[in-house]
């Protein structure tokens, strides 16, 4: 898989709390996180893309990395888009939905070596 987002891109995300105060988004119901990319903030900062939300069983089959998981209540499960070189919840086990900071949307400027105008947009 591609990576979503390169070095030297620099992006805007929604803080997680703005989103709840606002009641844009309701913890209660994490089905909005499924295959979003999300910034977690567990001892470290990761921009990982959500690929199991609670009660969601994940069975993988690639390269180094074979298991069946069960994505238990008030947690997620994260992979990089790198999958197979990613620091990730294979690696940490499930996160705690409540750890989420804030939700990326789009790169506003890029640049590595040179301006990359084909980066800006919309993150998907």
Do not use: H, W
Not at 3 to 24: E, F, V
Not at 49 to 56: A, E, L, M, T, Y
Not at 75 to 85: C, L, S
Not at 111 to 116: E, L
């Amino acid at each position: 898989m591609e990576s979503t987002l390169q070095k030297g891109d620099i992006i805007l995300s929604l803080n997680m709390d703005l989103l709840k105060n606002l009641q844009i988004m309701k913890i209660e119901d994490p089905t909005y996180l499924k295959n979003r990319i999300i910034i977690i903030n567990d001892k470290e900062k990761l921009i990982k893309r959500c690929v199991g939300i609670p009660g969601d069983t994940l069975i993988f089959n690639i390269e180094n990395y074979n298991d069946t998981i069960i994505v238990p209540n008030g947690k997620i499960f994260v992979i990089g888009d790198n999958i197979n070189a990613s620091y990730d919840s294979k690696q940490n086990g499930c996160y705690s939905i409540n750890n989420i900071e804030s939700i990326p949307f789009y790169v506003y400027f890029s640049y590595n070596n040179s301006f990359r105008i084909n980066r800006l947009g919309f993150i998907r």
